[in-house]
Nanobody, 122 residues
Framework: VQVVESGGGLVQPGGSLRLSCAAS????????MGWYRQAPGKQRELVAE???????NYADSVKGRFSISRDNLKNTVYLQMNNLKPEDTAVYYC?????????????????WGQGTQVTVSS
């Protein structure tokens, strides 16, 4: 299963960006799709995740500003980021976990995207 992110860029403080993440391949089902970020010199951290069934989880630092949503038909998840702050600057990675078909049988998968840079600066 491949995961591809898009939508990063440079934005001024207080601005907005929308990230997209599309999963493709022999997907049977997706259990969780989530966004992580890694700033220079820091560990990768969970930003937001959407669990099958609709449960969402957010990092405390982004609650009220970021929103995660999903298009099930397209196996795509979105991260709407509003009121961006300089501390949101990082490489944002998408992760998907679920079940795929491999050689005719179901197998669990966990896939990462290549990352997309988000820079918040005036």
């Amino acid at each position: 299963v491949q995961v591809v992110e898009s939508g990063g860029g440079l934005v001024q403080p207080g601005g907005s960006l929308r990230l997209s993440c599309a999963a493709s391949g022999s997907i049977f089902s997706i259990n969780v799709m989530g966004w992580y970020r890694q700033a220079p010199g820091k560990q990768r951290e969970l930003v937001a995740e959407l669990i099958k069934g609709g449960t969402t989880n957010y990092a405390d630092s982004v609650k009220g500003r970021f929103s995660i949503s999903r298009d099930n038909l397209k196996n795509t998840v979105y991260l709407q980021m509003n009121n961006l702050k300089p501390e949101d600057t990082a490489v944002y990675y998408c992760n998907a976990t679920g079940t795929e078909y491999v050689q005719g049988g179901p197998h669990s998968f966990g896939s990462w995207g290549q990352g997309t840079q988000v820079t918040v600066s005036s």
